[in-house]
């Protein structure tokens, strides 16, 4: 299984969570998180190889590790999900206060770090780049937004209210 050798590390620098401290997820974490994005991005990207992931079993078929656009699309999803529940835990405890005597304990200050986070980070990047390579990728797409205009008959000022003729 290769792919995991290629992604968790990957993932693992897209979350800050490696180094010599202790880490925040553990291997076994992070690869529920990567089967989770390959298994909703198999389901919503055309991928011009058909993959079949099976959760339970913790496998992809065929193996996936020589597919860059498949691993960059699987590490980008699993980071934009660790985020979305990050920032749920931060959300859910960003109403808390805890006061005793003088000192004031506030969780609040730091959700908006999060939702920037999760507005401008790998959530974003991936939504651009699936967006990119579903409508690049797929001629069928194009076809598809250029038929109305084919023929040698279409005059584009006809549409804008225009008539030259």
């Known amino acids: 299984m ?7 590390p990957i993932l693992r620098v897209m979350l800050n969570d490696m180094g010599c401290g202790e880490l925040t997820y553990t291997d076994s974490r992070l690869i529920e998180l990567l089967l989770a994005a390959a ?3 198999v389901a919503f990207i055309p ?8 959760i339970s079993t913790e496998t992809i ?4 590790s020589t597919d860059a656009p498949f691993l960059s699309f ?3 999803k699993a980071a934009c999900l660790a985020d979305t529940n990050t920032f749920r835990s931060k959300a859910f405890a960003a109403g808390i206060e805890a006061r005793c005597g003088p ?3 506030r969780t609040g200050q730091h959700l908006q770090g999060f939702q920037t986070l999760l507005e401008e980070g790998p959530c974003k990047a991936f939504e651009e780049l699936r967006d990119e390579f579903i409508f690049n990728g797929n001629t069928k797409a194009i076809r598809a937004v250029l038929s109305p205009f084919v023929g040698n008959q279409f005059d584009p000022s006809i549409s804008l209210g225009r008539n030259n003729r």
């Open 103 to 105: 000192a004031t304990l």
């Open 2 to 8: 290769a792919w995991q050798d290629e992604t968790v």
């Open 47 to 54: 991928f011009p190889t058909t993959y079949t992931v099976t």
């Open 61 to 64: 078929s065929p193996d996936p």
């Open 39 to 41: 298994y909703l991005n």
């Open 74 to 76: 699987m590490t980008l």
